[in-house]
């Protein structure tokens, strides 16, 4: 999963593109080690645990949950567990192509 | 058997039905008397059986005539008293048929009235939208030369408000927005669906405004989601475990 995140990151360098993670570890020190460990640039939200209030807001109930949102801020796509990374590259590609020709 | 009156002597020749003690009235004086067997009948009856008959036949005609005729006359009265109840109510029926046709012809000529008034609605549109058109169908001098001058309809129309035929134009306008509005009726349901992808709400389901997220990143350092609206963002609900 992180290795499918991390070329997508840096495949959409530019792009109207970001991936924003709400991570609900309990330890922030384990985090920063995993972070760095598995090289993990992007942003998170802190959830503190998986009973956290993003996570309750959302009403998220497995791990990982994934949300596809545009530009415009519409939830465009929703998968409860890591789909397969052609199937995420293929939504987001063509999410970003409308993204750039409303531009 | 034969008898005879007590008042005026007249002998009566009785049927034979007829037996002593019963009363009867003399056909001649019409005295009421209980009949007697008399000895003396019998002489009578030899002594003028003719000249009796003959008095007696004499009288009894002339009693039934008088009472016959007076019935008749009464009869008359009589019917001529039915008549009179006949006819009050054979008027008052007629004069219910007569009304009721009078009613009957007054909502004919209403619908006439109207029919006529549709007709000639109808008549005027179909007048006016023709000069509008191309030349003045309604018969207006003012319209012919019009047309006949220049083709441009701009030229007609500019005049043709000034006829009355314009506000009929109108007329035949408004049935047909009535037409169209029930027709349109249908696309009110119709709209509804399509608002929800136009006005998304905000929520969490695919289609919705994704609400807000506000926090704070590893390093306790504050952003929002809102920061990124323009691009596509991909939010994962991770955790490492």
């Keep these: 999963m992180f290795p499918h995140e991390r070329s997508l990151v840096k495949r959409l360098e530019g792009k109207p593109f970001v991936l ?7 330890s922030r020190k384990e985090l920063k080690a995993v972070m760095k460990k598995e090289k993990i640039t992007w942003r998170s939200f802190w959830n503190g645990g998986r009973d956290g209030p993003i996570s309750r807001q ?27 990374g052609s199937v995420l590259d293929e939504l987001i590609n063509e999410l970003v192509k409308e993204t750039e020709l409303t531009k | 058997m034969k008898c005879s009156c007590p008042r005026c002597d007249a002998v009566l020749r009785l049927a034979d039905s007829i037996r002593a003690g019963k009363r009867i009235a003399c ?127 701009g030229q007609l129309v500019p005049e043709s408000p000034g006829l009355p035929g314009n506000p009929p134009v109108e007329q035949p306008n408004f049935p047909q927005p009535t037409n169209p509005q029930l027709p349109p009726q249908p696309p009110p349901i119709t709209q509804p669906p399509p608002p929800p992808p136009s006005e998304p709400v905000i929520g969490i389901e695919v289609g919705n405004i994704a609400p807000e997220i506000e926090g704070e990143d590893i390093d306790r350092k504050k952003f929002k989601m809102g920061d990124y609206r323009g691009k596509v963002i991909l939010l994962d609900f991770w955790g490492y475990w």
Aim: net charge positive; hydrophobic share 35%; with cysteine.
């Design chain 2, 27 to 153: 056909p001649s004086c019409q005295a009421v008397f209980r009949v007697r067997q008399e000895p003396s009948s019998a002489a009578a009856i030899k002594t003028s059986p003719i000249t009796t008959a003959a008095p007696a036949s004499e009288e009894r005609p002339e009693l039934p005539q008088r009472r016959f005729p007076l019935r008749k006359r009464f009869q008359p009265k009589k019917q001529s008293v039915n008549p009179a109840l006949i006819v009050i109510p054979i008027a008052v029926g007629a004069m219910l048929l007569i009304g009721g046709v009078v009613l009957a012809v007054v909502l004919v000529h209403n619908k006439n009235k109207v029919d006529s008034v549709a007709k000639a609605s109808t008549s005027n549109t179909s007048r006016e939208s023709p000069p509008q058109q191309n030349s003045g169908g309604g018969g207006f001098p003012g319209i012919r030369p019009q047309p006949d001058q220049g083709a441009g309809p």
């Design chain 1, 58 to 84: 959302w009403a998220i109930r497995g791990w990982p949950t994934l949300v596809i949102i545009d530009a415009k801020g519409v939830i465009r796509h929703k998968f409860t567990g890591s789909p397969e």
């Design chain 1, 20 to 26: 924003l993670g709400v991570n609900s570890d309990e």
